[in-house]
């Protein structure tokens, strides 16, 4: 009955650790109906959450709605003109250096809307948020 019992629990216990993560079916549900908004409903969505998370007054609110404005627009072009087949080295490169350089003016305008608490918290949250891309992009391989 102890063995039994004890195999019980084992088995119960690998069942549970071999189910699926639950958050991976939200995230993309969540994404997909990002995609469906337009630019400027994406674009005031995340101001409101900026705003909630910064404590924005109205004129920063307004200044980070342009901006974000053009950066969802920026993307939206991009995806519309990605090509069918695989880019060269070159495209490669240059897209990468594209998106730099739009990282590095959406930092020079965000420090010069934000205020210094408001820019720490900020550049905080866009750590985060890179880390948890990386990690969703590279999950750890099990090994075999």
Same mark, same amino acid.
């Given at each position: ?9 084992v088995c ?5 650790? &071999?189910? !699926? *993560? ?18 400027e409903q ?8 900026? %705003?909630?998370?910064?404590?924005? $007054?109205? %004129?920063?609110? $307004? ?8 950066? %969802? ?6 995806? &519309? $003109?990605? *090509?069918?087949?695989? !880019? ?33 918290v900020w %550049? ?14 590279? !999950? ?5």
């Amino acid at each position: 009955m102890k063995t039994l019992l004890t195999v019980l629990v084992v088995c119960l216990g690998f069942s549970a650790m &071999a189910q !699926p *993560p639950h958050h991976d079916k939200k995230s993309k549900y969540r994404s997909e109906k990002m995609k469906d908004l337009s630019a400027e409903q994406r674009a005031a969505l995340m101001t409101k959450k900026m %705003t909630l998370d910064l404590d924005l $007054n109205e %004129t920063q609110q $307004n200044q980070i709605y342009a901006l974000i404005l053009d950066k %969802t627009k920026k993307h939206e072009k991009r995806r &519309a $003109n990605k *090509p069918e087949e695989r !880019p060269t080295k070159d495209d490669l490169y240059a897209m990468k250096m594209e998106q730099m350089d739009d990282q590095i003016a959406m930092k020079k305008a965000m420090k010069s809307i934000l205020d210094e608490s408001q820019y720490e918290v900020w %550049t905080s949250i866009q750590k985060k948020a890179d880390y948890l891309k990386k990690r969703k992009k590279h !999950p750890k391989r099990e090994e075999r």
